[in-house]
């Protein structure tokens, strides 16, 4: 909104509108976390009870289990699809019409501007989702158990300091 419609900014992102997107952000968390939680309370843990991570993770909790985790991965993929996705989605949106808008910038001074600003953000985003997809979309891929306390890493550390 700010690089498209600058000068309608104030007009379409107004208090009300901020307070619906926190809601359905803290909705979604809230919900995601409770089903997540619920499906938790259901498993058996018989084997070993350290978890060989750098914090409580879901899917470092499910590899502890010796219950079936068809219907936790299931949700964790399903969850994920909606908490994740959605909003990148709503991210590569975003960045189409801010090319489009880039594109039609008269001057190189203002593409430039525009592309470093952009370009530093994108980075973080890509590296945060490229993450997070690794680790919650395709949990079962690997059994590595270093790559996931990295990619972990990646998106609690890594991200939030750049």
């Known amino acids: 909104v700010v690089i498209c419609h600058p000068l309608h900014y104030t007009v379409i992102m107004r208090e009300e509108f901020c307070v619906f997107l926190v809601a359905v952000s803290w909705i979604l968390s809230c919900a995601s976390s409770l089903s997540h939680t619920v499906l938790l309370t259901q498993l058996s843990f018989c084997a070993a009870n350290t978890i060989p991570h750098v914090f409580c993770d879901l899917a470092a909790l499910l590899k502890l289990s010796c219950s079936d985790i068809f219907l936790n991965e299931l949700v964790m993929f399903t969850v994920g699809v909606v908490v994740i996705t959605l909003p990148f989605m709503c ?69 939030p300091t750049l």
């Open 91 to 159: 991210i590569l949106v975003s960045y189409g019409y801010i090319g489009a808008t880039i594109l039609g910038v008269p001057s190189t001074k203002g593409i430039h501007k525009a592309l470093s600003t952009c370009g530093s953000h994108l980075s973080v985003v890509s590296l945060y989702y490229g993450s997070i997809f690794g680790q919650y979309l395709f949990p079962t891929v690997s059994s590595f158990i270093d790559k996931d306390v990295i990619v972990a890493l990646m998106y609690t550390v890594v991200t």
